[in-house]
């Protein structure tokens, strides 16, 4: 190993520094026990500094009376409130001294969004420079009560018209159908799978739960309240703010309220724009405004009378493996990229086929994917399936994903399950009084607020773009045996579609791993998994 400068430090220096650092004498090292603030202070001026970021603390952030780090610390056993605000003042100070509108990716949060409809963890969701975690329909069954009714939303602009009691009598015979159908499922799944005498009784019974659930999810509404984990730094949360903030719908804009009001008893300095008139209220008003603009010269579109295939190929490059082949090639060469184009355009097909391998490799599993040259070109998918298998798949953030409206327009789908425990009629009759509820709703209060009253199983549209190294992930995860079989088959005709529509048989066999397997139980062998391992770790 290289053998790195150790810079000096008194006994006194150490012991402070030990305090917040994960060590003191090697070049790479943990910032821990700091306000978040106080971090992103630390590095905007560690930017314009010589020093060494554990110098420039001791120099610069220890001893100031008023909001140095002792100054924090004293603060700290009192009230951590009265820390986190001197923690700001030391912030403002560095910003406005060394900062830029960077240096709010320097500080985050952990925040946690609870009794949010499906509705707005989508919103919550749609950032790329985050990173959420959303309570899952295949794990837990939504049929307890949270107070005096089922886990559904109600939003102010519903609770304050006509359409209130039927609203929530609809709701509460969802759920109560959802509830018995959860159950029926689940007692039938385990009279046809028993028990292997290898398998522990929790993989057997976590297997036929997610089943049932998988199996009856399509009937809960949009409405269904979730809990989402986030962790994003200050200027991604910034960004959601101000977004939220334009949204058409009360549910929204009230809840980017609650969230501003918490992150700033956390990460203050990082949100003093949100709520300023000529910054994130002007911001928020563009974004409404544009909204607005397109609404209306949309206004004369037609429906569509078709609602169409499920997964379509509309967009790719024909010279696609040409240029992936280029840019293979760019990183180990010293030509210039008009010149390895040229290049890869005059080989033979075999050549390129040469190429392609070694630049994909051998790829032992699925997370073994070829690198940034199969983001030289791109594929665009407008996809319509269920909103369902769209929860999952809208959470691949490393593309560019728009969806319209949730409505019952595009239609629903009995899946398999359903009609073989025997319960499409009661399918049906709570689709089709949906259906007739959302219509109403749409009349009344308009598309945004009708989409509440949408079960998961109805349709949605939207347009998927990604790059062939973006669709390698996809594709894979999502066509493992353990998946969904909505969101399984979404993955089974972007993969044929690559290969056949836009003929990249080079880029679609490359892809190994997508699983065309029929499986039955999907969670079993992913459960048994997980026993082996905790059993080998001796949990």
Request: aromatic share 10%; proline share 4%; with cysteine.
């Amino acid at each position: 190993m290289a053998a790195y400068h150790q810079e000096e430090f008194t006994p006194e220096e150490e012991a402070v520094l030990r305090r917040f650092f994960t060590n003191t004498d090697k070049p790479v090292f943990g910032l821990i026990n700091l306000p978040e603030v106080v971090k992103g202070a630390l590095f905007a001026r560690y930017s314009r500094s010589p020093k060494s970021l554990r110098r420039l603390f001791l120099d610069e952030f220890v001893s100031d009376p008023e909001s140095g780090l002792d100054a924090i610390a004293r603060a700290m056993d009192d009230d951590p409130l009265v820390a986190t605000k001197k923690a700001e003042q030391l912030y403002d100070r560095m910003f406005f001294e060394y900062g830029d509108d960077s240096v709010a990716q320097l500080g985050g949060a952990h925040l946690a969004c609870e009794q949010a409809s499906n509705l707005l963890t989508k919103v919550l969701e749609w950032g790329r420079l985050a990173a959420y975690l959303e309570q899952s329909t295949r794990y837990i069954a939504y049929d307890a009560r949270l107070g005096d009714r089922y886990r559904y939303f109600i939003p102010d602009e519903i609770a304050s018209s006509p359409l209130h009691d039927e609203y929530v009598a609809h709701m509460e015979h969802t759920f109560d159908t959802y509830s018995r159908m959860v159950s029926t499922a689940f007692d039938h799944f385990a009279g046809r799978h028993p028990k292997e005498e290898s398998d522990p009784m929790w993989v057997w019974r976590s297997t036929i739960r997610a089943k049932a659930c998988d199996s009856v999810r399509g009937l809960l509404p949009v409405a269904t309240l979730s809990n989402v984990g986030i962790y994003a730094t200050g200027q991604a949360y910034e960004m959601a703010l101000v977004r939220m903030k334009a949204h058409p719908l009360s549910e929204v804009r009230d809840y980017a309220d609650m969230m501003l009001t918490e992150l700033r008893k956390i990460i203050p300095s990082f949100l003093t724009r949100v709520d300023l008139e000529d910054r994130g209220v002007r911001w928020s008003q563009y974004l409404s405004d544009v909204r607005t603009g397109l609404e209306e010269v949309a206004a004369d579109l037609d429906r569509p009378s078709d609602a169409g295939p499920e997964v379509t190929l509309t967009d790719w490059d024909p010279e696609a493996e040409v240029k992936i082949v280029a840019a293979a090639l760019y990183a180990v060469s010293e030509l210039p990229d008009s010149e390895l184009l040229a290049i890869a355009r005059a080989m033979s097909p075999e050549r390129r086929a040469q190429v392609m391998a070694a630049f994909v490799g051998d790829r032992a599993n699925r997370r073994h994917k070829p690198g940034r040259a199969m983001e030289r070109t791109a594929y665009r998918f407008d996809v319509k399936c269920d909103i369902g298998a769209f929860r999952d798949l809208q959470r691949h953030r490393m593309m560019t994903i728009e969806w319209q409206r949730f409505s019952t327009r595009l239609g629903y789908d009995v899946p398999e399950a359903v009609e073989e425990i025997g319960l499409t009629s009661e399918w049906r009759g709570v689709m089709d009084a949906a259906g007739e509820l959302y219509e109403r709703t749409r009349e009344l209060l308009g598309p945004d607020v009708a989409q509440y009253v949408v079960p998961f199983a109805n349709n949605v549209r939207f347009v998927m773009e990604m790059s062939p190294r973006q669709a390698f992930h996809l594709i894979e995860l999502r066509s493992g045996a353990a998946g969904h079989p909505s969101y399984r088959r979404v993955a089974h005709q972007m993969h044929e579609q690559i290969r056949e529509v836009a003929g990249h048989r080079l880029i679609a066999d490359a892809m190994k791993f997508v699983d065309y397997s029929e499986v039955d139980l999907e969670r079993l062998e992913a459960e048994r998994r997980a026993f082996a391992k905790r059993s080998r770790s001796g949990a």
